[in-house]
């Protein structure tokens, strides 16, 4: 079974930063994408931004140039330097793992999701 661990949420000020960290855990061959998701009260579940095998990234417009994702050297690990927090940045945050492949089903892929964490900005 795959699990998703998320951790460094919190409660910042408007213009200040965070780290948010994730590590995937259990039997995994691979992971092609890993990203971060949020979604604040009332609304959707956004993309936030994206990291594929090869490095590629993709951010959404609202975070392009404050946030930054990244793979750890383990490559199960992904990590989001939140720069110039804003109010509206306020939402949990989820990590994302897809089109993983496990060892007892190799030619599948499947996608899972990690718990949530909270990050507030206050004004």
């Known amino acids: 079974q795959v699990q998703l661990v998320e951790s460094g949420g919190g409660l910042v000020q408007a213009g200040g930063a965070l780290r948010l960290s994730c590590a995937a855990s259990g039997s995994i061959l691979t992971i092609n994408t890993m990203g971060w998701y949020r979604q604040a009260p009332g609304k959707q579940r956004e993309l936030v931004a994206t990291i594929a095998t090869g490095g590629m990234t993709n951010y959404a417009d609202s975070v392009k140039g404050r946030f930054t994702i990244s793979r750890g050297n383990a490559k199960n690990t992904v990590y989001l330097q939140m720069n110039s927090l804003k109010v509206e940045d306020t939402a949990v945050y989820y990590c994302?793992?897809?089109?993983?492949?496990?060892?007892?089903?190799?030619?599948?892929?499947?996608?899972?999701w990690g718990q949530g964490t909270q990050v507030t900005v206050s004004s």
């Open positions: 994302n793992a897809d089109r993983v492949r496990v060892p007892s089903s190799p030619l599948t892929v499947s996608n899972y």
